[in-house]
């Protein structure tokens, strides 16, 4: 079993920043790719951003320039670090990994006030 949990999302004002962060834990011995997606309400859920296990990035490009992913020193934890946020981020944030199967976290909402 593999466990995800996230943290950091909340209010702030358009223009501001804010930091996620996804913890895993359980049989996480291989993972492949740690990548966060969001989902507003009434859309697809969108992936955002993708981390590799060799520390190559991707980015949708809603957030290229705004949006960084990272990977924690002991890889069991990814990051978005969040600038210049915008009305239209507003969404709840997953993570997810994939370790043969892909996983995911509870989700945390992020709401940008204009």
């Known amino acids: 079993q593999v466990q995800l949990v996230e943290s950091g999302g909340g209010l702030v004002q358009a223009g501001g920043s804010l930091t996620l962060s996804c913890a895993a834990s359980g049989r996480i011995f291989s993972i492949t790719r740690m990548s966060w997606y969001r989902q507003a309400p009434g859309k697809q859920r969108e992936l955002v951003a993708t981390i590799t296990s060799g520390g190559s990035t991707t980015y949708a490009d809603s957030v290229k320039g705004r949006f960084t992913i990272s990977r924690g020193s002991a890889k069991d934890t990814v990051y978005l670090q969040m600038n210049s946020l915008k009305p239209e981020d507003t969404a709840v944030y997953y993570c997810?990994?994939?370790?043969?199967?892909?996983?995911w976290g509870q989700g945390t909402q992020v709401t940008v006030s204009s």
């Open positions: 997810s990994v994939v370790i043969v199967s892909l996983y």
